[in-house]
């Protein structure tokens, strides 16, 4: 006996064959269609256990079908395929109520494997989501990396799992904490958003749980926690690799418990947050080296999510260099449009800061430039101008560096609201700068101290001073 009777609509005959067949082979009853109205037809008499349609059909969007469909058969699941892979695709497919929305081109096994899932998945009631502003999505890109992350997120914002985004800097960490969340069941409720590198260690409990008056010197009012700020909404927990250990085992136990005390304070608070984590770490090493407790990295990893770097989806690179164009002319920049060869030419760039760094590079473009079109002279003038290597003896000016140092003490300063950060702000930004430097001096020699000292251009005692200072693990390799 067949393992169900599947429904299929697309107006690409060969699709349909593949389908028939793939489907046939996998034990179930398929029975396909090139319209909207036969499909509709089969649906209302009650046929079938599940259906598989195309987006565009010639003479029905399937996007108008499914919400009639759930009306008269909520039961039915309906898997949507699209060659149109926006985000906007995925969330609108999820908001009619599809079961599951899958890109164009498509692995057969993975549709198979969908189908045994939805049919035996007990029958929910689809929630509907209605973003406010079906213009505004912020996510641009359609490469297949993307749209892989598009379909996790179209499910996720029905959630409340918690979800542990990882990327290389400038990725689009916040930007997916925040479609989570706008798109999300949560988006009446607030978003809150700290990030763990720019407090000063000592202060991100008091920050994320509040604390009472007197509860440490200097505490001379209550303050009210991040957590309880994001009650109802969601709270995003940035660069969560730099936590401390002791707010760590906190943050624990409020995800075991529901419930967390603030600093100095007895009574628990039940709280009602969802949390989104991101890291640029390696949190399996910082486990490893004793810096991140294990039992926490599962609690947030719910639901991994890993940001592709913009080296690996290059494709995305036009449509995304015309986003920032049509921002920065939003904000009053005189409109262009891009040579293709420009556009080639910032495929053959490695791009280490990201879609941050091209985000950079668009926006002084257009500002810098007279011209109206932005040519591949221009690109290559500029991708020469911010390559150039950080500690190259001519280059005076600011660089990626400063930029970075910059944008640190922003969000470190914001951190802090209307308050000003505790006193000794100078060595311990220093401190910031060093750990890193004298790291990458380390692993680049070896673990060679002597060899070291002569790259930074430091006393060796002095080195060895920071290395210990600092708390810098220094294990000497061949050749080292
Ligand atoms: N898919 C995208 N579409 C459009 N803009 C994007 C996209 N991804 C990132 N951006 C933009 O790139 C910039 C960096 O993104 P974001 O701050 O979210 O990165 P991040 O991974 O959180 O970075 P960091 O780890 O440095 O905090 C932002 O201005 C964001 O708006």
Redesign the pocket.
Known sequence: MAKGNILIADDDAAIRTVLNQALARAGYSPRATGNASTLWRWISQGEGDLVITDVLMPDENAFELIPRVKKLRPELPVIVMSAQNTFMTAITATERGAYEYLPKPFDLNELVAVVGRALAEPRKKSQRLTPDDNEGM????RSPA?QDIYRVLARLTQTDLTVMIT?E????????ARALHEFGKRKTGPFVAINMAAIPRELIESELFGHEKGAFTGAQNRHIGRFEQAEGGTLFL?EIGDMPMEAQTRLLRVLQEGEYTTVGGRTPIRTNVRIIA?T?RDLKQQIDQGFFREDLYYRLNVVPLR?PPLRERLEDISD?VR?FLAIAEKEGLPPKSVEPGAIERLKRYHWPGN??EL?NLVRRLSAIYAQDIITTDMVEAELASTTRPAFDNQAEQPGDLSESVERFLNDYFMGFGQELPPPGLYNRILKKVEFPLITAAITATRGNQIRAADLLGLNRNTLRKKIRDLGIKVIRSPGG
Do not use: Y
């Open positions: 912020p996510l641009i890109g993307m990327g800097s400038g990725t689009g960490k916040e930007l997916v940035d991101a640029n940001l995304l986003h879609i941050r985000e």
